[in-house]
């Protein structure tokens, strides 16, 4: 089932927006305002964002900009004039398509459909994330390592899920900072060092001793299934 987070600040569409997709099969959570909007997208991972241009609190161009510095979830945003030069500032900003007001369920959901097959679909959809022995089972927020289940901590799992996206690739200190911990204007490296301390002995490794995570010092950390 994927997951929608409508962003509409009109008391009347709203309701009936997210009833019109609830029907047609859509896990469906809605704000009122852009900063409302920005924290559920960042904290839920919605599939795919519906974003309102007009906002009470703040333009929806500048929502989309604060949401792309850490997340790629596909949005499609909604304007009432095709003209509208925010429209076309946020398709210079990264939304993956538009819809202009009034318009009408039909219309929106083959946006979506669209959407989502250019994205690659839901997380249902693409499978488990597997790197060696381990597996990662993304919707449902479970790992295992060689068949057994591995206990992680909320974090540690979105940790091991972000490099597990990225296997083989070296993924810096910074990337970790603002795609995991979403702090894409500060915090410390001190905190992805002590994570990945716990998440390595959680797969019965060590810095010294790598399987799986491997720090490439002074950039960042690759993880790889263990070599042959």
Known sequence: ??????????????????????????????????????????ENRPDLVILDLGLPDIDGTQ?????????????????????????VGCLDAGADDYVVKPYTTTQLEARIRAVMR???????????????????DVPGRRASLDGVALDLSPREFDLLRHLAEHAGEV???????TDV???????SDKTVDVHLSWLRRKLGETAADPRYLHTVRGVGVRLAAPEA
């Open 63 to 87: 929502v989309l900009t604060m949401l792309r510095a850490v997340s790629d979830v596909p949005v499609i945003v909604a304007s009432a004039r095709d003209d509208d030069p925010s429209l």
């Open 171 to 177: 993924v810096t200190k910074r990337q970790l900072l």
């Open 181 to 187: 911990w979403h702090q894409a204007w500060g915090g």
């Open 118 to 136: 250019r994205a690659g679909g839901t997380a249902e959809a693409r499978g488990p994330l597997t790197v060696g022995g381990l597996e990662i």
């Open 1 to 42: 089932m994927a997951q929608v987070l409508i962003i509409e600040d009109d008391a009347r569409i709203r309701p009936l927006l997210m009833k019109a997709l609830g029907e047609r099969g859509y896990a469906v959570a809605s704000a009122s305002t852009g900063m409302q909007g920005l924290s559920m997208a960042v």
